[in-house]
């Protein structure tokens, strides 16, 4: 079992939600990504979600494809993302990681080579942008015998059938996309959003984190109302991509971030969720 399904029993039991920054590995410099790691843990984060670069991130909108190309530049590929969960891990064995990416790099390495080597890392879930789910079952079999959790996307336009399918092959959580576009876009629809998590919930139990769209503390705090976790990635990677790496210091950007998360988890943590 990954670390995600006890974090989120936990979680429920104190009626909290999770909250889930996300930032691409690589970015700005690859000497930075542990650090903004634990940077992230120490502001609050319950998970962290860590981008794979990669040359073509069709889901994500330009804040975070820069961010790729950042990485890429650095040459950071997938065998250099799982070296930073393996340094991460290194002082921290309790906070859980789910790798975003894209299916080529890991067809590159091998889909069963990978799940070992991400499992030996410390990984606990993979999301796979580009894995349809009627195509996944033997990734998702290679995850869960290495005990690592496929993660699957919904999104408002997904089908109940459809819903219903991903239901049964993923584990850990659900990833819900707030709006129909990319990431980092702007007209997230709090309503709508509720009047949706509760259909996905008849079809489906896991815990439902939600995405895209959600960049200070006010969007954060209604979506935590209906939602088992909130993940943040474009106003976080916004920020970093804002610091120079040079001749700032480091630890103006951890700083930054740290405090930023911070915010995030006192306004979550304020909140009396409405779900179930």
Known sequence: MSRLSPLFAR????????????????DPSPSYTVELMHALVAGGADVIELGVPFSDPMADGPVIALAHERALAHGVGLKDVLA?????RETNLETPVVLMGYQNPIEAMGVNKFADQAASSGVDGVLTVDMPPEEAAPTAEAYRAAQIDP???????TSTERVRLIAKMASGFVYYVSLKGV?????????????RLDAIRKDCVLP???????????????????????????????????????????????SEVKNFIAGIRTALDESVP???
Do not use: C, W
């Open 11 to 26: 979680l429920k039991t104190e009626q909290r939600t999770a909250l889930i920054p996300y930032i691409t590995a690589g």
């Open 84 to 88: 930073m969960v393996r340094q991460f």
């Open 151 to 157: 993660i699957f996307l919904l999104a408002p336009t």
């Open 183 to 195: 990431t980092g876009a702007k007209n997230l629809d709090v309503a709508a959003l509720g009047e």
């Open 208 to 254: 439902v984190g939600v995405g895209f769209g959600i960049r200070n503390a006010e969007t954060a705090r209604a979506v935590s109302q209906m939602a088992d976790a909130v993940i943040m990635g474009s106003a976080l990677v916004q920020m970093i991509a804002d610091h120079p790496v040079q001749p700032l210091p480091p630890v103006d950007v951890l």
């Open 274 to 276: 409405a779900k179930a």
